[in-house]
């Protein structure tokens, strides 16, 4: 009894290995709104991520340094 | 000297804007169909509308303070406010048409959130042209903060109250819950609270430069005049 339970312990983890894949797919089904995994999973997210980032920090610099002429000027008129 | 003192609140303004950037379209989103990944432009539609009403809130102050105390100064902050709030206000029906494009179908449909908010701008757009109707400048100042108070006071409901006693495709109006449920996600929220305070701050921001701008050409026309 206990040899023959051995014996299909192998069959068992074949069939685990066939059916585990095929049970992933069923939790995630094919229906499942469309998000941008491809772009996320290929890293080129982090491309427009730079690109974005680069472009705000310049406005934003740009508007640092007309906020310090801005002070400068209010400080000449002043005198 | 630049005082950060006087300025952190600029520099919380480009941290938090730059984050934005960041996790905006990094950290994980709800997915949800029709919305899919566009469910990321609630970090910068949204924000537009909050930047825009706390702004016009602190317009209403000024014209409040100027009624009760008129100087030129308060004047031209209530003034460079308001523009700046109906600027933010303008973004804000743009980035929502093209979000309605790509998820209703449609650049502008009949929906009572988004004809208030048309036509709480349009009251906006009249105050710049009363303003610019006036010669002199005591009596342009003291109309258009009383104008700018009612003008508030009439928005406000067109934004926020009665659209959601109809029904509505938007957001937050009508039988629909804002996102609220979504905001329940936390990654969410670790996003959004940061760009509405971020975009909120900007919008002070911008107001402030451009008030300061108008006040350093007032101080240069008064030195002109002595």
């Known amino acids: 009894m206990k040899n023959s339970l051995r014996k299909l312990r192998p069959v068992a983890a074949l069939l685990l290995a066939f059916l585990l894949p095929v049970l992933h797919a069923a939790a995630q089904p094919a229906n499942q709104p469309e998000m941008a995994d491809t772009l996320r999973q290929s890293g080129k997210i982090y491309v427009v991520v ?3 980032t ?3 920090a310049g406005l934003l610099f740009f508007l640092i340094s007309l906020d310090r002429r801005l002070t400068r000027l209010e400080k000449e008129i002043q005198e | 000297m630049y005082s950060m003192k006087k ?3 600029k520099a919380l303004s480009v941290v938090l804007l730059l984050y934005v950037a960041v996790a905006g379209l990094l950290m994980p989103v709800p997915r949800l169909a029709i919305l899919n990944e566009t469910i990321r432009n609630l970090y910068f539609h949204v924000p537009m509308w909050f ?6 809130l602190a317009s209403v102050y000024y014209s409040v303070r100027y009624l009760r105390n ?5 004047d031209i902050q209530a003034h460079e406010s308001a523009r700046t709030g109906i600027l ?11 979000w309605a494009k790509y998820t209703w179908g449609a650049w ?5 959130k988004l004809n208030g908010a048309a036509i709480a701008m349009l009251i906006y757009g009249a105050y710049l042209v009363l303003r610019s109707s006036f010669t002199d400048e005591q009596q342009r100042a003291r109309i258009s903060a009383i104008y700018n108070i009612f003008a508030f006071a009439t928005a406000m409901p067109l934004f926020y109250i009665l659209p959601r006693l109809t029904d509505s495709l938007h957001p937050g109006a009508g039988g629909n819950p804002a996102f609220a449920k979504y905001d329940l996600d936390s990654n969410m929220r670790l996003v959004f609270y940061p760009a509405v ?9 911008l107001a402030q430069l451009a008030s300061r701008v108008s006040l350093l050409k007032l101080k240069l026309y008064e030195k002109q005049l002595a």
């Open chain 2, 70 to 74: 008129p100087t030129p100064e308060l």
């Open chain 2, 108 to 112: 502008w449909t009949n929906d009572p």
């Open chain 1, 54 to 56: 680069v472009v705000l």
């Open chain 2, 7 to 9: 300025n952190w609140w």
């Open chain 2, 88 to 98: 933010m206000g303008f973004v804000g029906l743009a980035t929502g048409s093209i």
């Open chain 2, 197 to 205: 305070i971020g975009w909120t701050l900007l919008a002070f921001w």
């Open chain 1, 50 to 52: 730079a690109v974005i």
């Open chain 2, 51 to 56: 930047g825009m009403t706390f702004v016009l």
